[in-house]
């Protein structure tokens, strides 16, 4: 349905002429009406569900189908961290922001695990779940505006995944910079998307090559930038924070690693069998989420036919169930701290391992759901 600002107005002004209306001579019930049922009157392209407010803004669906697998990627992030929510140190904070929270998945395990912290998580969707911790709070808020917080407010600022979303880091991080307090910490969790292997497996020729490049093509088409990865280091810094920490991690492909073949330098140490575990789940959230992830930035962005950018996602989907081909994304993590208040030296908190959101593998038993156990 078509919101339709004079139908609205009309409305207004009869529920106030009426003193016995539902709108009891109150503007405040009606604008939250207007508000709800314009962010919830979703887009649909190409059989696939989208945000509606700021419309086309961002490139992935918020279906449910979506947001399975960004919870997905949490349950990744967590594996990956060892079960830390953060690596960024953090001493009895009160105030944490989530800047495009998605499901509101992180936001609700960190209220969970700061009780004395009050949690907000920001989005264009309102894909969150209404019952939450008392201490969490979502907002529809749209990042690349000006931002409606204090000055000098935030312990924590959490930015995770925000590649393609973000149209100038320059502006965003520099925000993150002024609404943080004197000693808070901004922390950036991101993904690469062009996938690349320690020896000559993947190269020139190679197809993950093509789609690394077209990703990244595609990104610059829609305005906005995948490779915030690899940047955020030098971007925290210039943005003014100090004690800037990165950290590097791997994300295999699919279950390649073995003790024969694991990924080499920056993965944390890990074992291949938590390198494995963390590739087979890799594995599943690009096969299912390929389509999501492409679509709208080929066919809108890029100008593809619907066709051909089913048949790009096939052939990749192809790609990631080769375990010859040993390949990994890389990710980083990176925190930094505004200068000023007291240095903090307490580690991230750590969910439990009867947490629904994360089980510790080590380098025994496996979380992979038995049905997936075998998928090659
Ligand atoms: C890839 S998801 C990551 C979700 C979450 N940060 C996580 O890691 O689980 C990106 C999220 O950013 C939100 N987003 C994109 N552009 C935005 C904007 N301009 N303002 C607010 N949220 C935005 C999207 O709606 C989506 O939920």
Same mark, same amino acid.
């Given at each position: ?155 924590? %600022?959490?930015?995770? $995944?925000? *590649? /393609? ?5 320059? #502006? ?7 609404? &943080? ?34 990703? %990244?093509?595609?990104? $610059?088409? *829609? /305005? ?5 990865? #690899? ?7 210039? &943005? ?137």
């Amino acid at each position: 349905m078509a919101w339709n600002a004079d139908e609205e107005v009309d409305d207004m002004q009869e529920g106030l002429g009426d003193t016995d209306s539902t709108y009891g001579g109150s503007l405040i019930g009606c604008d939250t009406d207007t508000l709800a049922s314009y962010i919830t009157d979703y887009r649909y392209e190409n059989g696939r569900r989208y945000h509606s407010y700021r419309d086309g803004e961002y490139w992935g669906p918020n279906d449910e189908h979506s947001n399975g697998l960004q919870d997905l990627a949490h349950h990744m992030y967590l594996m990956t961290l060892e079960g830390k929510l953060h690596l960024a140190p953090l001493d009895n904070p009160h105030n944490i922001l989530d800047l495009g929270t998605g499901t509101g998945i992180w936001a609700i395990e960190m209220a969970d695990a700061y009780p004395s912290a009050h949690v907000i998580g920001t989005d264009l969707s309102p894909i969150q779940p209404l019952f939450v911790p008392p201490n969490c709070a979502f907002e529809i808020e749209a990042f690349n505006l000006d931002w409606t917080y204090s000055k000098n407010h935030f312990d924590f %600022i959490h930015i995770r $995944e925000l *590649f /393609g979303s973000v149209l100038d880091w320059d #502006e965003f991080l520099p925000s993150a910079f002024d609404h &943080a307090k004197p000693g808070g910490s901004v922390e950036v969790v991101e993904h690469s998307v062009q996938p690349v292997s320690d020896d000559s497996i993947v190269n020139e020729a190679s197809f993950f090559t093509q789609w690394g490049r077209t990703v %990244i093509e595609m990104g $610059e088409r *829609f /305005g906005k930038s995948f490779t915030i990865w #690899e940047e955020s280091r030098a971007r925290l810094e210039k &943005a003014g924070f100090i004690d800037v920490i990165e950290k590097r991690y791997k994300w295999p492909m699919n279950g390649w690693p073995s003790p024969e073949h694991r990924t080499h330098g920056d993965d944390g140490d890990k074992s291949w069998q938590r390198l494995r575990e963390i590739g087979v789940w890799n594995q599943l959230r690009l096969y299912d989420g390929v389509e999501g992830f492409m679509l709208r930035l080929l066919t809108v962005a890029g100008g593809w036919s619907y066709e051909s950018a089913q048949a790009f996602l096939a052939r990749m989907r192809e790609e990631i169930k080769d375990l010859k081909i040993h390949a990994y994304l890389n990710v980083t993590v990176v925190y930094g701290r505004k200068p000023g208040g007291k240095p903090k030296t307490s580690e991230g908190a750590t969910l439990p391992a009867t947490s629904s959101g994360f089980v510790d593998v080590g380098g025994g038993g496996s979380s992979i759901p038995v049905e997936y156990q075998g998928l090659d």
